[in-house]
């Protein structure tokens, strides 16, 4: 480890780009209590006229969702959207998740939710046992005028204006054994063309993603075959994939797993450059998180037999004091990486948003706002809006054991240097992954200005949020007046944003 300070630079002659609000967005899909008790809960005392946690709808606005993705995840791969439209709504048996799904909550309910948050939509539709007929059906019941049964539908089921939804996808992560209706990469490629025709020949201004990456064979061919229809590829990424087992991450193994956050984004960068794509498909991390969700013996061939196997053991996904800083830390760094990689990620969906592994804890009586819901507020309520190309000199890496017992070194910070479109001054992006030791950084930025720093820590890397229990919030400290060589402390296990002017 060097003795030197670390020091950070970046300058506004060196733009690295305009980040996209959509990379601060969110997924909701119908699983365990993400809609039905989560933010959709009619009878409760809290929720609207319509059936909505306002409580909710509050924290979402806060956060300002940009883009909420639905309704799945695989949940959507034997969905048929017919089913939740309408007065004749039909239960369903969800064969993904092996519930019963009431489909009171559907396209509808869907797009009022967007409008109560102000966010734009962004659907899912079947590819498993989907058809290319029924995923531009649904198009053209969200997105046309009045032409055709399906928009005369819409309008006789209360909506006489287009719900205009200009983000759609085809399939979920159809390369996926676990997948309902999982396709060959061959298969793959000619449905979502034959799609992809069909949802343009409705609707021209929708904007198309399809999944990806799981092998070069896969996207390739799906790169060649509908690249010209497509604006977006999807990715997924849980780099903790407890969904079998629920054996968290230690802080420090978590420290190791930011080591691979860009490795996704490089793949799939370089694949677009090589094909001649990277100006025209950007990337949707359309399903990201720390953790992968726990759902045991569903996704496997070994279907469990009772409840006790496959469902009841969903519940341990809301155990908060499970939701520390070691998943704030993580979900900053991937931020980060985002805002650095913003001329190609575009778009990026924290799954979910409600419980589950969410940011956003519901209970009858109220909600909890876990560590990574406060991140979401620090990025973006403080940090500007047009990246810089930073750069760190000095800076020290720290040896953590990951999760397979090995060690690895991961450098102790990881920052983000940003100014604003609309006005002077700068934000920066600081995080400490140090569990125990402060650090210090001497920001070589130009500016001038008030420096506050807002930063969530809590008092150990095991801080959380609870019902009657609150260790993280974000705190204001001013800083005095900003000199170029300013020197910033970082606390142990900090994420933090410095807003300098
Ligand atoms: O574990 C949750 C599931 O993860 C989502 O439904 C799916 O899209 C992903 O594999």
């Known amino acids: 480890m060097s003795d030197s300070i670390m020091k950070l630079y970046g300058t506004r002659q060196r733009v690295t780009g305009k980040r996209n609000p959509m990379i601060y967005g969110h997924f909701i899909e119908h699983f365990h209590r993400q809609i039905y008790g989560g933010v959709y809960d009619p009878g409760n005392p809290l929720s609207d006229e319509d059936g909505f946690r306002s409580d909710v709808i509050e924290a979402m606005k806060k956060i300002k969702v940009p883009v909420l993705r639905w309704p799945g995840g695989c949940f959507v791969s034997s969905y048929h959207w017919k089913d939740a439209v309408g007065k004749n709504r039909v239960p369903l048996f969800d064969k993904a998740w092996r519930v019963e799904d009431p489909n009171s909550f559907g396209t509808d309910e869907y797009i009022r939710l967007c409008r109560k948050i102000g966010c734009e939509p962004y659907i899912c539709t079947n590819a498993g046992t989907g058809t290319a007929e029924e995923m531009s059906d649904w198009v053209e019941y969200c997105n046309l005028e009045n032409e055709g049964q399906y928009a005369k539908w819409r309008i006789q089921n209360g909506f006489p204006q287009p719900h205009k939804v200009r983000y759609w996808s085809i399939g979920n992560e159809n390369y996926g054994f676990w997948e309902i209706g999982a396709k060959t990469a061959d298969e793959w490629g000619h449905l979502v063309c034959e799609a992809a025709k069909m949802i343009k020949h409705v609707d021209p201004d929708t904007e198309l993603t399809a999944a990806a990456l799981t092998d070069l064979r896969w996207n390739i061919n799906l790169l060649e075959s509908s690249g010209q229809f497509l604006d977006w590829i999807s990715i997924h990424e849980y780099w903790d994939a407890i969904h079998q087992t629920n054996d968290y991450a230690d802080y420090e193994a978590v420290c190791a797993y930011t080591n691979n956050i860009d490795h996704s984004i490089r793949e799939v960068r370089g694949l677009l450059a090589a094909m ?17 969700w726990y759902h045991p013996n569903v996704h496997t061939i070994e279907q469990g037999r009772t409840k006790e196997d496959y469902l009841y053991p969903r519940d341990k996904n809301d155990e908060n004091s499970r939701y520390t800083m070691a998943d704030a830390v993580f979900t900053a760094c991937f931020l980060n990486a985002c805002n650095r990689h913003c001329d190609i990620v575009g778009m990026a969906n924290f799954a ?17 706002l876990r560590t990574t819901y406060h991140v979401f507020d620090l990025y973006v309520n403080y940090l500007g809006d047009t990246v810089l190309d930073g750069w760190c000199a000095d800076m020290p890496c720290m040896t953590v054991r990951d999760k397979q017992g090995g060690t690895q070194e991961t450098d102790i910070c990881d920052f983000v240097v940003t100014c604003f479109s609309d006005r002077e001054g700068l934000a920066v992006a600081l995080v400490n992954k140090d569990p125990a030791e402060e650090q210090s950084v001497q920001l070589m930025l130009e500016g001038a200005g008030e420096a506050v720093l807002y930063y969530i820590a809590g008092d150990s890397t095991e801080a959380y949020n609870d019902i009657g229990h609150t260790e993280v919030t974000i705190q204001r400290e001013t800083l005095g007046a900003y000199t170029p060589g300013m020197t910033v402390h970082l606390k142990p296990h900090m994420v933090g944003v410095l807003q300098i002017g």
Do not use: M, Q, S
């Not at 001649?276 to 992968?292: P, Q, T």
């Open 276 to 292: 001649k794509l990277d100006k025209k498909i950007r990337i949707a991390f359309d399903e990201w998180n720390l953790r992968g």
């Open 352 to 368: 979910p948003i409600v419980n589950t592994r969410g940011c956003i804890f519901t209970y009858p009586e109220g909600i909890v």
